[in-house]
């Protein structure tokens, strides 16, 4: 009923940027909060940023100053803009969202992940 697909991950080098999108699809009737959350290996996931339907943002301490979330309503798309990349930044990276179908049923939908590598 609802897909969220994610992209821009890929291999960058320490102080590097990447930017990444995640696009809502399907049988939506609205979304509210929207988030992004990593899991590094042997490590629980965790939440990096969301951002509200308004446009409020909250930030991991780890992150804040460095990544910058947003979304674009009209596209139910959420970016995270990822500048100064660290090593320690390296980890799948999990797009959600907080949404309505036009079945009036509401649950996080999250999307598959997506690779983000910092190398030093």
């Known amino acids: 009923q609802v897909q969220l697909v994610e992209s821009g991950g890929g291999l960058v080098q320490a102080g590097g940027s990447l930017r990444l999108s995640c696009a809502a699809s399907?049988?939506?009737?609205?979304?509210?909060?929207m988030g992004w959350y990593r899991q590094a290996p042997g490590k629980q996931r965790e939440l990096v940023a969301t951002?509200?339907?308004?446009?409020?943002?909250n930030y991991a301490e780890s992150v804040r100053g460095r990544f910058t979330i947003s979304r674009d309503n009209a596209k139910n798309t959420v970016y995270l803009q990822m500048n100064s990349l660290k090593p320690e930044d390296t980890a799948v990276y999990y797009c959600?969202?907080?949404?309505?179908?036009?079945?009036?049923?509401?649950?996080?939908?999250w999307g598959q992940g997506t690779q983000v590598t910092v190398s030093s």
């Open positions: 951002i509200s339907k308004g446009g409020s943002t």
């Open positions: 399907g049988s939506i009737f609205s979304t509210n909060a």
């Open positions: 959600s969202a907080d949404i309505v179908t036009v079945f009036l049923s509401r649950n996080d939908y």
